[in-house]
Every structure is written in structure tokens, then in C-alpha cells.
């Protein structure tokens, strides 16, 4: 293997480190600052799931979005190596200001730069850059939206009334007919076969990520049909248990969103260097290599960022929390499957505004917010800029 592609690979999961700390306030901050983890409790449980992605997630299709950002014929370890030394620049600059940017589009951003600098804009496939871009707005916009729903859902259980009830059932079926319609077996199998077949259609990577979702918007329901009977004190202690829950599917989708990426990258060195002919034969110590990384990067924790999100965008009951956390986990389950890679930060920030806006507008602190949007804006161009710098600056080397 050659000196070049050890060092992208090394660098790669360096990232991927660096993408677990920088985003374990997406995970942790709601349920650190709600109290019901310690911080270092809080990023071990992260952490956890963020490796439990590894046996949910099998069909890599965020990956393979990544690896086609460039154009295959101009895609070369110089290039790969610029895009991931101008990704963990921006990563450990917006870490130490405590700015919880997106560390999806920063590698995106850095990816295309060193190409565009290597081949010129012709380099780039304009389709996963323009789903990447417009998911800027939509993944927050969705999880503030979903957010916002959940969090009047849970208002109304409180009140007495049959409507809040209905709804809830309602829930419970579409979640039954949905997972039918989803799951990917053959009944007469199911039927005659019970024991062994049911197993491996329950723990298909393709089924076990809808089952796991389709069980949490279950528990979410029926806990919120006796949620009427509960008095205030009652409701927040079990609130708090739902948190445990919620903390962890949002890790699961963050694990299985977020290691995609960089998965995508090495995976597109190993063609780029001939030692895989394709996208399918990707080997098993690559996925393996990257939850890893990102979930040992999620145990040291980005502290700054988890201030930030946790405290100055809004004060976080957890009642918000669960909501919070429930709406960026179904975003995140969701954009998994559709191959898109959207940012878990930007996604758990307009989450978490959702459910200050139910209080009322100015609960939400816009100031901070509009300072997180500009980051967000500006991390896919600045970080293709440096990347475009790094190239030039390598090619005289290499």
C-alpha cells in the first residue's frame, strides 16, 4: 500500500475523531443540559450508539453520495489529501470558537475545492453537491418543523380530551402498516420458518433501522396516552426516562450518518489508487475503522460547541429534549435512506428551535442563531477555498 494512501487513510479517521468530538454536543447537549446525564455519562452513552450504528446501517448509501461528489476520472490522492487537510482545518477552527458548524459540508467543501483547483469546476458532480446544499435549509427546517409537532403533541396529552388520544393510535397503526409495507421478507417463509427466519428479517440492516425507529414512535405514543393522568413533577421524571431513548436514537442516526462520510472518502482513495474497482467493494475494516474513530471522538467531547447548543439557543425542559432529539433522529433516519448526506448539527439546531418556538418566538435567542447560519452558510465555500490552497501548495510537491 502506498506511503500516500497510509497517510489519507490515517488522516481520514483523524477527521472522523475530530467529527466525533466536534459533534458530540449534537447528541449530548440536551441531555446534559437537562441534567439528566452527567457529561461524562452522557458521552459514553453517545458513544455507544454511535458504534451500535455500525450493525443498522448497512447499505453505506450516504458513502457512496460522498464518493461521487468528484467525478471519478479526476478524483486522486492529491486531491482527497488537500480536501481532508482543509476539512479538519475548518473542523478545529469553528471547534475552538465553539461555532457548531457542519463537519458533512466542511469535507464536502474540501472535496470539491481540491478538485475544482486540480481539474476545474467540470470536476465536480453537481448532483450530491446540490441535495448536500439544499439540505443547508431543509435538514433544519424539517427537524424544526417535526420538532415543533412533537412538542404540541406532548402539550396536548397533557390536557384531558379525547382528540390527543385519537391521535396517538393513529400513530400506533400508520407505525404497523408502514413497517408491512417496508420490511423486506416473504410471509410464507415468515410463516413456515418462524424461529430463524424472523430473526434475520427483524436484524436485516435494511428492516432493523425502521423497526428501531418504528419502536421509538411507539413508545413516544403510548406514553403520551397517559400523559393526561400525570401530574407536572410526574410527567418531567418520565421525561427524563424518555430522554435515555431519544439521546440514543438521535446517536444512532448521527453515528450512522456522519462515519458514511468519511467512509465515502477513503473508499474513494482505494479506487482512486486501484485497490478497489468500485464503490461495492469496499472492505469490511473501513466501516469498522470509522465508527471507531467516531465514536472514540465522541467520548472526548467538544465542550464549547455542547454550551452552545445546549444553553445559548434556548432554555431545554426535558419534555424539549425528548422532542428535540425524537424529530432530529426521524430526519436523520430518513435522509439515511434517501442517500443524502445532511448535517447532524444543523439538523439538532433547528430541532431545538422548534421546540423553543412552541414556548413563543423570543424564547428562541435569534441573535446566536443567525451567527450559527452564517457558519453554516459559509462552511461549504471557505472550506472548498482553503482545500483549493492546500492542492496548489501540495502539487509543488508531489
Not at 141 to 169: D, E, H, Q, T
Amino acid at each position: 500500500m502506498p506511503a500516500l494512501l497510509i497517510v489519507i487513510i490515517a488522516l481520514a479517521l483523524i477527521f472522523d475523531y475530530i467529527n466525533g468530538f466536534h459533534d458530540a454536543a449534537n447528541s449530548i447537549a440536551t441531555v446534559v443540559s437537562t441534567k439528566v446525564l452527567t457529561p461524562l455519562q452522557a458521552v459514553v452513552w453517545a458513544a455507544l450508539f454511535n458504534f451500535a450504528a455500525f450493525f443498522i446501517f448497512k447499505d453505506h448509501g450516504v458513502a457512496n453520495t460522498i464518493s461521487k461528489t468528484v467525478k471519478e476520472e479526476f478524483i486522486t490522492l492529491p486531491v482527497i489529501i488537500s480536501g481532508l487537510l482543509a476539512a479538519i482545518s475548518w473542523n478545529l477552527l469553528t471547534w475552538w470558537f465553539g461555532i457548531p458548524s457542519s463537519s458533512s459540508h466542511t469535507l464536502i467543501g474540501g472535496f470539491a475545492g481540491a478538485a475544482i483547483a486540480h481539474a476545474g469546476f467540470h470536476s465536480v458532480n453537481p448532483e450530491p453537491v446540490i441535495k448536500t446544499v439544499s439540505f443547508i435549509i431543509l435538514a433544519p427546517l424539517v427537524g424544526m418543523i417535526a420538532a415543533f409537532i412533537i412538542s404540541v403533541w406532548f402539550i396536548n396529552s397533557f390536557k384531558k380530551g379525547l382528540l390527543p388520544k385519537i391521535i396517538s393510535f393513529a400513530v400506533i397503526i400508520g407505525v404497523l402498516v408502514f413497517l408491512n409495507k417496508t420490511l423486506e421478507y416473504d410471509p410464507a417463509k415468515l410463516k413456515s420458518h418462524f424461529d430463524s427466519y424472523a430473526l434475520r428479517v427483524i436484524f436485516d440492516g435494511k428492516n432493523f433501522k425502521w423497526i428501531l425507529l418504528a419502536f421509538i414512535m411507539t413508545i413516544m405514543s403510548g406514553f403520551t396516552l397517559f400523559l393526561s393522568s400525570l401530574n407536572y413533577a410526574s410527567s418531567q421524571k418520565w421525561f427524563k426516562r424518555l430522554q435515555l431513548v431519544s439521546s440514543a436514537a438521535f446517536s444512532i442516526g448521527h453515528g450512522g450518518n456522519d462515519a458514511q462520510k468519511v467512509m465515502g472518502i477513503i473508499t474513494a482513495a482505494l479506487i482512486a489508487n486501484g485497490t478497489i474497482n468500485d464503490f461495492n467493494q469496499m472492505p469490511i475494516w473501513v466501516p469498522l475503522a470509522c465508527y471507531t474513530a467516531i465514536s472514540l471522538g465522541t467520548m472526548s467531547g467538544g465542550w464549547k460547541i455542547i454550551k452552545t447548543m445546549g444553553t445559548r439557543i434556548t432554555k431545554v425542559s426535558p419534555f424539549e429534549g425528548v422532542a428535540a432529539e425524537t424529530a432530529g433522529a426521524l430526519t436523520l433516519f430518513i435522509t439515511e435512506n434517501l442517500k443524502i448526506p445532511v448535517s447532524t448539527t444543523h439538523t439538532i439546531t433547528g430541532s431545538i428551535i422548534g421546540v423553543g418556538a412552541t414556548k413563543r418566538l423570543s424564547a428562541v435567542r435569534w441573535g446566536v442563531t443567525i451567527n450559527l447560519l452564517w457558519a453554516w452558510i459559509l462552511t461549504i465555500p471557505v472550506s472548498a477555498c482553503i482545500a483549493a490552497v492546500v492542492y496548489l501548495i501540495c502539487s509543488l510537491f508531489m
